[in-house]
């Protein structure tokens, strides 16, 4: 399912909004959470793509990647769902809210007003997931290559200190958790028509010794 509302949408909405027509889009979450009871540590991401496939298809796909580090166990969890939707217009559409149906659950992501949701409940790896409430304050990094030089028309920018809080599931047990959210937006990648690509994302969390 996606619903979108693209009335009354404003300059700078429009960056986080779904662009149909966009060969491919992301919106990427990626933090280290504190378990508020006894201070251990985890690692999440939340990924969500959106592609369209060729314009003689009509279609919409978007995909979610989630993932959990189990610091104190030393393990990585990662999971990928996916589905089509009918091309959904020709506009930006926001508020958000994406859902794909993955085995016996739905992977959700909600966007408005600079707040997401986010949540994924894993299945191969059972006894894992995620739910996540995250919002954007100040600090914002606008990367030069990213088009023009007004915010409301960029295509690159990250939000490096979104504020989070929630729960993870992790060897079935919840775990209420907080703490801060690297926030990356990449939106307009026509220069990767009819091309394959590929990258790797890297994390790291330094602690004071």
């Not at 933090?31 to 496939?53: I, P, Q």
């Not at 091309?87 to 930006?92: H, I, K, S, T």
């Not at 990367?143 to 920018?157: L, R």
Request: charged share 25%; net charge positive.
């Amino acid at each position: 399912m996606c619903s979108c509302n693209s009335h009354k949408i404003t300059s700078g909405q429009e960056n986080e909004a779904i662009h149909p027509k966009t060969p491919m889009e992301w919106w990427v979450f990626s933090g280290m959470l504190t378990d508020n009871k006894n201070g251990d540590l985890y690692g999440s991401s939340f990924v969500l793509f959106h592609l369209w496939d060729e314009p003689s298809s009509r279609k919409d796909r978007y995909f979610i990647n989630a993932s959990i580090t189990d610091i104190a166990n030393k393990k990585f969890l990662f999971e990928t769902a996916a589905v089509t939707f009918p091309a959904q217009g020709f506009f930006p559409e926001y508020p958000m809210k994406i859902e794909v149906p993955y085995k016996y659950k739905v992977w959700r992501y909600k966007a408005n007003k600079n707040k997401y949701i986010l949540k994924a409940i894993m299945q191969a790896n059972e006894g894992y997931g995620v739910l996540l409430k995250c919002k954007k304050k100040d600090g914002l990094i606008k990367y030069p290559f990213s088009g023009s030089e007004d915010f409301y028309n960029i295509k690159y920018y990250s939000s490096p200190a979104l504020s989070a809080k929630g729960w993870l599931r992790v060897s079935g047990k919840r775990h209420r958790v907080s703490g801060k959210v690297w926030y990356d937006r990449y939106r307009d990648c026509f220069d990767l028509i009819g091309k394959k690509s590929n990258w790797t994302q890297l994390n790291i969390h330094i602690s004071e010794t």
